[in-house]
């Protein structure tokens, strides 16, 4: 069982920058893969950006070139650090795991871009 906990959202104006945070149970460098979604209203969910734990990274092709996830093994923490933020990022952030064919979602954490 892996809980993850996100922080870090909240409001930013347009060309902004904020760093979300999810922080995870247990080991993440034994989580094969991590990821974060985001959900805006009235849309699904959708994949942000995720990172394995051999180090492959993909990214949303809305997202590519102002976002970066990375990972810190020694805190347990995947980070998604989110730059020139658009109105039409604005959403709710989830992170998730993926482990031994289990998926677990924290609880989110609100962005919105605004000016």
């Known amino acids: 069982q892996v809980q993850l906990v996100e922080s870090g959202g909240g409001s930013v104006q347009p060309g902004g920058s904020l760093r979300l945070s999810c922080a995870a149970s247990q080991s993440i460098s034994r989580i094969p893969m991590m990821s974060w979604y985001r959900q805006a209203p009235g849309n699904q969910r959708e994949l942000v950006a995720y990172?394995?734990?051999?180090?492959?990274?993909n990214y949303a092709e809305s997202v590519k070139g102002r976002f970066t996830i990375s990972a810190d093994n020694a805190d347990n923490t995947v980070y998604l650090h989110m730059n020139s933020l658009k109105p039409e990022d604005t959403a709710v952030y989830y992170c998730?795991?993926?482990?031994?064919?289990?998926?677990?979602w924290g609880q989110g954490t609100q962005v919105t871009v605004s000016s």
């Open positions: 998730r795991a993926l482990l031994n064919l289990r998926i677990y």
């Open positions: 990172i394995t734990s051999g180090g492959n990274i």
